[in-house]
């Protein structure tokens, strides 16, 4: 099985290139391993973004949040920005599994999963949150209401991946 791991921005337009319909994207991995293990999956390639560390930011640009996809529940669990903007994320990142889930647990993977038992889904709806696709020739942001086609399948192509999610600053 191949494996790509890009370190920076500028790395992954290649990474996705390479990658197949048969490959998978992990973040993570708190679903994909049972997947995995379980032989429900058989990727012919995996690509891990998380080294990158724009993937991992969360920010106030202006009025916008920014949260990187690989931001983990406990991250936005303790954030002050989300704790300040963003407060029923921070409630529900809190809620969700177990204490190594929510360190393992990423928002790129509650939305790619496409549960509809993805705990985050209904706050990104309720703030009217877009999220940011990357794939080899670029990037485009997309209404979160636009991304799931129906349990279990998004709108992602194989080489394309969540990088950050973009959430208005609320006006109260």
Do not use: W
Not at 22 to 50: M, N, W
Not at 51 to 75: F, N, R
Not at 80 to 99: F, H, K, N, T
Not at 106 to 119: E, H, Q, R, W, Y
Request: contains cysteine; charged residues 20%.
């Amino acid at each position: 099985m191949k494996s790509y791991a890009p370190k920076t921005m500028a790395e992954l337009p290649a990474s996705l290139a390479a990658l197949t319909p048969e490959s998978k994207i992990v973040g993570g991995g708190t679903d994909f391993v049972i997947r995995l293990h379980s032989g429900a999956v058989q990727p012919d390639a995996l690509c891990y973004l998380g080294h990158i560390p724009e993937l991992k930011k969360i920010e106030k640009q202006g009025d916008t949040i920014s949260v990187g996809a690989y931001c983990t529940m406990t991250q936005m669990e303790h954030d002050p920005i989300v704790r300040e903007y963003l407060p029923a994320l921070m409630d529900a990142a809190a809620d969700v599994g177990s204490l190594q889930i929510r360190n393992n647990g990423t928002i790129g993977g509650n939305l790619g999963n496409a549960s509809p038992a993805g705990d985050l889904i209904p706050v990104m709806y309720l703030y009217d949150a877009k999220v940011e696709i990357a794939s080899p020739n670029g990037t485009r942001i997309v209404p979160v209401t636009d991304v799931i086609l129906r349990p279990g399948k998004t709108i992602l192509e194989a080489n394309e991946a969540f990088i950050r999610f973009l959430f208005p600053v609320p006006a109260f």
